[in-house]
């Protein structure tokens, strides 16, 4: 059975989801990136995941997308960094971002289901044939931005047993019938969870990390109540969680101009734009709510100043 630090040193652990700062005009802003990326490996995370949704990754370009796995690479301060690399519509362009990822140095790639979850054979045929294209360790992510997102027990199972993918972020958002299924039959991967109000009780059911919104600016506190978790130390770790849960609760109103803001407060200058205008729901009320949220988990020491 893997221990969870087993887990955080190979598959497992605190991930950092990459925000994508933008310019006023949109273009990415890869300076602030990087030095973005540089605060997130200070602030805990055991690996980084470059090219997800909260990177905005639907709207980006492929050459946007390689562009940042690149510079979240030369920035990782020898974190792993995965991507995602089969954004692209046809199997011909998924190849190539495949590739192309390969070529920007990343230590894994992240394969969503791609619409795919209704149909177990499919789904299984899929990624298995999609992973022949690289050597590159595979992670699953159910991305919710196509439907159908979800994978079957059964079929992450299969996966898991042929040795064709080392974890998942899973989105279910339910325990029975949901994370716990695939827990069951994870073996030596690594399920991961995104749903942050079930985030204690899937590591008490033997979920093997977090890959979830709070850590686009708040990762230290996931890692708080992680180190907790594996310590044995349970108060803390309800403590940790509740902080994390209030976190996530600030972000919700225009995520992910939300937590831009949110870093910016922490002294890494990032503008709270965003492709999809989620920066148009933030007025003066929303704002204050974060300053607000944000000043008191300094004064807890759960923040930067």
């Known amino acids: 059975m893997m221990t969870l630090r087993e887990a955080e040193n190979g598959w497992g652990g605190v991930y950092s989801l990459l925000l994508t700062p933008f310019h006023d005009d949109l273009s990415v802003d890869y300076e602030a990136y990087g030095e973005y990326v540089r605060w997130q490996t200070e ?3 055991h690996h980084l995941f470059a090219v997800c949704g909260s990177s905005e990754m639907a ?10 796995a690149s510079v979240a690479v030369r920035n990782s301060c020898g974190h792993k960094v995965v991507a995602t690399a089969n ?8 190849i190539d971002e495949i590739k192309r990822m390969e070529d920007a140095g990343v230590d894994g790639l992240v394969f969503v289901t791609k619409g795919y979850g209704s149909d177990d054979e499919i789904m299984v045929r899929y990624i ?10 595979i992670l699953l992510y159910e991305y919710p ?12 199972g299969k996966l898991a047993s042929d040795g064709i993918i080392q974890g998942i972020k899973d989105t279910t958002c339910i325990m029975e019938g949901g994370i716990t299924d695939k827990i069951r039959v994870q073996g030596d991967t690594c399920v991961m969870n995104a749903n942050i109000p079930y985030l204690l ?4 059911q033997g979920a093997r990390g977090v890959i979830a919104t709070p850590s686009t600016c708040g990762v230290g506190i996931l890692r708080k109540m992680w180190d907790a978790f594996v310590a044995g130390d349970m108060e803390n770790a309800r403590r940790f969680h509740a902080d994390v849960c209030s976190l996530s609760d600030v972000l919700d109103n225009g995520f992910t101009a939300s937590a831009k803001y949110m870093v910016s407060l922490q002294g890494i200058p990032m503008n709270i734009k965003t492709r999809g205008g989620a920066e148009n729901r933030l007025n003066e009320q929303a704002l204050k709510n974060i300053r607000v949220w944000h000043e008191a988990a300094v004064q807890k020491h759960l923040m930067d100043a």
């Open 43 to 45: 602030q805990g995370a």
């Open 87 to 94: 954004m692209a519509q046809t199997r011909e362009e998924q």
């Open 59 to 68: 709207v980006l370009t492929k050459e946007e997308r390689v562009r940042c």
């Open 128 to 137: 298995t044939e999609l992973a022949a294209q690289t050597k590159l360790p």
């Open 201 to 204: 009780e899937s590591y008490e």
């Open 145 to 156: 931005g196509f439907p159908n997102n979800k994978i079957s027990a059964k079929a992450y």
